[in-house]
């Protein structure tokens, strides 16, 4: 007979004192909890997830990078509305599918051009003519395991909402209108224009 000490030898299994044997039953716990919400289709939150809009950060170059898929004139408020998605998503969006983790719609507003009378002018198209400075960010964005931690009646699956200023400072704003407003949009991967687009882009 072999010692055990020679056999673990053998095995490489030196290292594995009672520490990293703790360390797998943990492990192997921790999957066992997971593996219920797992079958659901319900990712656990990341790491030190905590709901809120701090999540959401925009990157500096995003007007340079992200593609403007839409825009649309908001006449009631006389201001045009610029729909924007990081280029990795807009890649994987699919007509009819949830969005990819990752997803990062920002919605830019411009102030419509209007003439003495008050009314937006119009360019040959049609459509409204922005002025250049935005007035104000919108964003949504989607990861693996987000949303944790909203009441069922609030939640948007995995995704959290967020207000910027122009220069992407955070606005401290009441943000429950976004969910609530969005909410009913849960066939559509609680988005308006991006569901859309994504069903009749070219
Ligand atoms: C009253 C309903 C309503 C509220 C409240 C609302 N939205 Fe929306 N949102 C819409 C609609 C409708 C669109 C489609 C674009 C449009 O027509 O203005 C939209 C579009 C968007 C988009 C572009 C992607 C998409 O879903 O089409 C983002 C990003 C967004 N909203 C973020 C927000 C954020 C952030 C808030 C809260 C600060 C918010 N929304 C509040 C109705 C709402």
Redesign the pocket.
């Known amino acids: 007979m072999w010692p055990a000490r020679a056999i673990a030898r053998i095995l490489g299994l030196r290292a594995l004192g009672p520490k990293a044997a703790t360390t797998c039953l943990a492990l192997a716990a921790s999957l066992a909890v997971l593996a219920p919400g797992a079958s659901l289709g319900q990712a656990p939150a990341p790491p030190g997830y905590t709901p809120g809009?701090h999540n959401i950060t925009i990157p500096a170059d995003w007007q340079a990078r992200f593609i403007r898929y839409?825009t649309?004139d908001?006449p009631d408020r006389k201001i045009i509305?610029n729909?924007y998605?990081n280029p990795e998503a807009f890649a994987a969006m699919r007509a009819g599918e949830v969005f990819p983790s990752g997803t990062l719609?920002?919605?830019a507003d411009q102030r419509a051009r209007l003439d003495p009378a008050g009314n937006p002018l119009l360019d040959t198209s049609g459509r409204f003519i922005p002025d250049p400075p935005l007035i104000a960010i919108?964003?949504?964005e989607k990861r693996t395991g987000w949303g944790e931690g909203y009441a069922p009646d609030k939640r948007n699956g995995e995704w959290e909402?967020?207000?910027f200023t122009p220069d992407l400072q955070r606005r401290e704003?009441?943000?429950n209108?976004?969910?609530?407003?969005?909410l009913p949009?849960a066939a559509q991967d609680?988005?308006?224009?991006?569901?859309?687009y994504a069903a009749t882009r070219r």
Do not use: D, I
């Open positions: 809009p839409a649309v908001k509305r729909l998605v719609v920002v919605m919108a964003a949504q909402y967020a207000a704003v009441n943000l209108g976004c969910f609530t407003c969005h949009r609680y988005t308006f224009s991006t569901w859309e």
